[in-house]
């Protein structure tokens, strides 16, 4: 009898630890890491009469996975290292670069942080982060679409436009639009 009083004692005692024991969805997030090489961020200025083409690599960052969702990140972006990819080329990077755009030399790099990342559903989600820029930050909000998201790797992508007068970038006010479409290409590993 005094074993069956033990065993059952000790049944509800570990049935009372296993029900209060909050249960952690997805455990701690998982870094993985950015693929520099296959990663950039495109934009398209545009001004009366046409647009320039072009994008900015991506450094370096990491993105945050848990319960196979992307949860967080941060970002390094190649400021100095613009490229142009019409045939304003060059020209056009060096103006880029200058203070009354991007300030290269004074600011060598942008950041990206991500606050909160809200799924509509398995592959679309809205992320909102921080974007520092040109010594600028501020907080912006865009829609991605998660392509994939593995044990060993994540693919997200994002169309959106950005305000560049929101960092300072007033060159060309009236000539140059304002807003500059933006394409985000993400690829991170383990």
Do not use: W
Request: net charge positive; hydrophobic share 45%; aromatic share 10%.
């Amino acid at each position: 009898m005094k074993k069956v009083f033990v065993a059952c004692a000790s049944l509800v005692a570990m049935a009372s630890v296993v029900a209060f024991t909050p249960v952690v969805k997805g455990g701690e997030p998982v870094n993985f890491s950015v693929d520099a090489k296959n990663s950039k961020v495109d934009f398209s200025g545009s001004k009366k009469g046409g647009f320039h083409p072009g994008y900015f690599a991506v450094k370096e960052g990491n993105v945050a996975v848990s319960g196979g969702k992307i949860v967080g990140g941060k970002f390094t972006i190649d400021v100095a290292g613009v490229k142009v990819t019409d045939g304003a080329g060059e020209k056009l990077e060096g103006h880029l670069k200058a203070p009354d755009f991007f300030d290269a030399a004074k600011f060598t790099d942008a950041t990206f942080e991500i606050t909160s990342v809200n799924y509509s559903d398995a592959n679309n989600a809205q992320i909102t982060g921080n974007l520092t820029l040109k010594g600028v930050k501020a907080e912006i909000k865009f829609d991605a679409k998660i392509r994939e998201v593995s044990e060993t790797k994540v693919f997200a992508e994002a169309f959106f436009s950005l305000d560049r007068t929101k960092f300072g970038i007033l060159y060309g006010a009236g000539m140059v639009s304002n807003d500059v479409q933006i394409g985000v290409h993400l690829f991170a590993g383990k």
